[in-house]
């Protein structure tokens, strides 16, 4: 499994790692609500039954933004970030996904393990060219949705892709919807997703976690691997400087 370490890039950087320069452009794409705590990262449009990640964060808003790689004439989301906490980053750990439930119909079957459950090289595919980022809450709303309104009703997938087209007039696509208040469905306040374009489309993008002093979580980052490069983002002991792990 190859592993880079994520440098949280100011606005405006310039960086040369293929030959010419690279513009990495910040852009904050606005807060995300997770009122269950349950983070999942997924395509919106074709994989909102995905699982959350193990992990164990406050029920709340945590802000979100993408780092963009301009490349020479065009500009690509190259990372898309879920901030959670405060501090620097010290080590950086593969995101894994929480066990899918036992089935209620088998109660005796066994619970496959987290290495069943995991590629090679673990993350999620993408095969609209969009990923996300939302609460556990809202993707069962989303997957309730889908189940009642017909194809040619389905406001969701036209708004989200209209958002993110009027995003695109200037760079890379991002947007954001709420249910209530984007959908009109009957729920509470301040459950929404943030979609964005998926680095050059369709593939599979891993996802990272990074731990503080004391192993709590700071940052959640996908990286749609359009920068091949290592970036670290902290001072590195001799024996881990190569960021690495196989």
Request: proline residues 9%.
């Amino acid at each position: 499994m190859r592993f880079h370490a994520f440098r949280d890039f100011e606005d405006g950087t310039i960086i040369d790692g293929l030959g010419f320069d690279i513009v990495v452009h910040r852009r904050s794409v606005g807060t995300i609500n997770l009122p269950s705590g349950q983070l999942i990262a997924c395509d919106p449009l074709h994989a909102l039954d995905t699982e959350p990640f193990a992990l164990n964060l406050e029920p709340g808003q945590y802000p979100v933004h993408l780092l963009v790689a301009e490349l020479r004439d065009e500009r690509r989301n190259a990372y898309a970030v879920v901030r959670v906490g405060e501090g620097p980053v010290r080590r950086w750990e593969p995101a894994e996904m929480s066990l899918p439930a036992a089935n209620s119909d088998q109660p005796d079957a066994p619970r496959p393990s987290l290495l069943d459950t995991l590629d090679e090289d673990p993350g999620y595919p993408v095969d609209s060219s969009l990923g996300a980022f939302m609460d556990a809450t809202t993707a069962g709303a989303l997957i309730d949705y889908h189940q009642i309104v017909m194809p040619e009703d389905n406001d969701f997938e036209r708004l989200l892709l209209a958002r993110l087209r009027k995003r695109r007039r200037s760079g890379a696509g991002y947007g954001t919807l709420d249910l209530r208040r984007d959908l009109k469905l009957p729920m509470p306040e301040g459950l929404n997703l943030i979609a964005f374009d998926a680095g050059f489309g369709p593939g599979h993008y891993p996802t990272y976690v990074g731990l503080g002093d004391e192993g709590q979580v700071i940052s959640v980052v996908t990286d749609f691997q359009v920068l091949d490069l290592r970036f670290p983002s902290f001072p590195l002991p001799a024996a881990t400087s190569l960021d690495e792990f196989e």
